[in-house]
T-cell receptor, first 112, second 113 residues
Framework: GENVEQHPSTLSVQEGDSAVIKCTYS??????FPWYKQELGKRPQLIID?????GEKKDQRIAVTLNKTAKHFSLHITETQPEDSAVYFC???????????FGAGTRLFVKA | KAGVTQTPRYLIKTRGQQVTLSCSPI?????VSWYQQTPGQGLQFLFE???????NKGNFPGRFSGRQFSNSRSEMNVSTLELGDSALYLC????????????FGPGTRLTVT
């Protein structure tokens, strides 16, 4: 069945450093890849997404890259700040598949 | 525009009972998905509804069911509750299905004792 693998499960960085989270999906028909940030006790919030016809997308300190051939996509956060500390989820969705599969999540700690 | 709302926010039930959770999507959104979130399993897809029809279902037993009404509000039901059903149940709505962004509700925290 469809699967999304996410690594690492935990990531600790110093404030100001960059953080990279990687995901791999199994369904080659997937064409929409959102990233969510979930702070403790709160709902997941969409922070950036990318569609299969685009290789890279950037929004201020956050960027996402997609390699459709390898079925990999990654989240890059630059100049990390303590408020970036949260759990990040990647996901993959198939057009018309009516199903979004999430990765297991990465807990990011940004040390001041 | 009001966000996705879920009721109730917290629920305590006993094994063997059944429970119904409700989700009201953002106005104009027609697609509603449900997820189970547990510390060890992350976000697990339960089902997705669009235009009052269940379009897909995840790998959950038949005790988990749902429906969507003509106003796009959705309910999910869990019968014969088990201890392992204790989790945060999240719903998310999107304008249409396919590529559109999903917006999550605050969740219903279900505890089964």
């Amino acid at each position: 069945g469809e699967n999304v693998e996410q690594h690492p499960s935990t990531l600790s960085v110093q404030e100001g450093d960059s953080a990279v989270i990687k995901c791999t999906y199994s369904d080659s028909a997937s064409n929409y890849f959102p990233w969510y940030k979930q702070e403790l006790g709160k709902r997941p919030q969409l922070i950036i997404d990318i569609r299969s016809n685009v290789g890279e997308k950037k929004d201020q300190r956050i960027a996402v890259t997609l390699n459709k051939t390898a079925k990999h996509f990654s989240l890059h956060i630059t100049e990390t700040q303590p408020e970036d500390s949260a759990v990040y989820f990647c996901a993959a969705r198939t057009r018309g598949g009516f199903k979004t599969i999430f990765g297991a999540g990465t807990r990011l700690f940004v040390k001041a | 525009k009001a966000g996705v709302t879920q009721t109730p926010r917290y629920l305590i039930k006993t094994r063997g009972q059944q429970v119904t959770l409700s989700c009201s999507p953002i106005s104009g959104h027609r697609s509603v998905s449900w997820y189970q979130q547990t510390p060890g399993q992350g976000l697990q897809f339960l089902f997705e509804y669009f235009s009052e029809t269940q379009r897909n279902k995840g790998n959950f037993p038949g005790r988990f069911s749902g429906r969507q009404f003509s106003n796009s509000r959705s309910e999910m039901n869990v019968s014969t509750l088990e201890l392992g059903d204790s989790a945060l149940y999240l719903c998310a709505s999107s304008l249409m299905s396919g590529e559109n962004e999903q917006y999550f509700g605050p969740g219903t925290r279900l505890t089964v004792t």
